[in-house]
């Protein structure tokens, strides 16, 4: 799978937009990008997942730059239950099955 | 039901003991997952199984023995573990083992081996 860079952690205050980066630089045409998050104390949750386009969901939207090389995860309104590791994670045919994570991105959301 | 429920939460044993643990869903999911998630670290992948088949086993050492005995139910036998076998073991499912599809995961058994 193509590796995947993501700040060590972020800081945000509750109430106001996140936008958490990812970059991918030798993302191949068929890789998929998802993102996954881990609240403490609990399995990953899976949060979107894009191609090419730009996706939303009830939870966030994937901002996916043009060239692909870099994401972003965009939480619109962050709640303190938004405090968790978030996961970016490529995923093509060949991954059969494999969902491979990274050291992810700690986020903290201050009341 | 759109969960993944594993049980026990918490397991101790020693490190003579065989026990198992035990992950169902009922969404109608044909795969089915086994990772290991030590403190701080990110879950790394065990077994994979789809149509109740291991398809993926990463190199696993033996005594930890999965099983699938349908569709909706998988198992994780131990036997002989070592301290470092502690650690948070997660169960997930997907509809398949394809990469458009998300991952169900469960709330983990928290296994210390003593």
């Known amino acids: 799978d193509a590796k995947t860079t993501q700040p060590n952690s972020m800081e945000s205050n509750e109430e106001e937009p996140v936008h958490l980066p990812c970059n991918h630089s030798?993302?191949?045409?068929?890789?998929?990008i998802h993102w996954y998050r881990q609240l403490p104390s609990q399995g990953p949750e899976y949060v979107i997942h894009?191609?090419?386009s730009n996706v939303n969901n009830r939870m966030a939207s994937l901002a996916i730059a043009e060239d692909r090389k870099s994401s972003t995860l965009i939480l619109h309104r962050a709640t303190l239950r938004d405090a968790a590791v978030y996961y970016c994670?490529?995923?093509?045919?060949?991954?059969?099955?494999?969902?491979?994570f990274g050291q992810g991105t700690i986020l903290t959301v201050h009341p | 039901d759109t969960e993944v429920t594993q049980t026990p939460k918490h397991l101790v044993m020693g490190m003579t003991n065989k026990k198992s643990l035990k992950c169902e869903q009922h969404?109608?999911?044909?795969?089915m997952y086994w990772y290991k998630q030590k403190a701080k670290k990110p879950p790394e992948l065990m077994f994979v199984?789809?149509?109740?088949?291991?398809?993926i086993n990463e190199s696993v050492p033996s005594r930890f023995s999965p099983e699938c005995p349908n569709s909706s139910l998988l198992n994780l036998h131990l036997h002989a573990l070592q301290p470092e076998d502690s650690a948070l073991y997660l169960c997930?499912?997907?509809?398949?083992?394809?990469?458009?599809?998300?991952?169900?995961f469960g709330s983990g058994t928290r296994l210390t081996v003593v």
């Open positions: 997930a499912s997907s509809l398949g083992v394809t990469f458009n599809y998300g991952y169900t």
């Open positions: 030798t993302i191949s045409g068929t890789d998929y």
């Open positions: 894009g191609l090419t």
């Open positions: 994670i490529l995923r093509d045919a060949t991954s059969y099955g494999k969902l491979t």
């Open positions: 969404m109608g999911h044909r795969a």
């Open positions: 199984y789809s149509y109740e088949k291991l398809s």
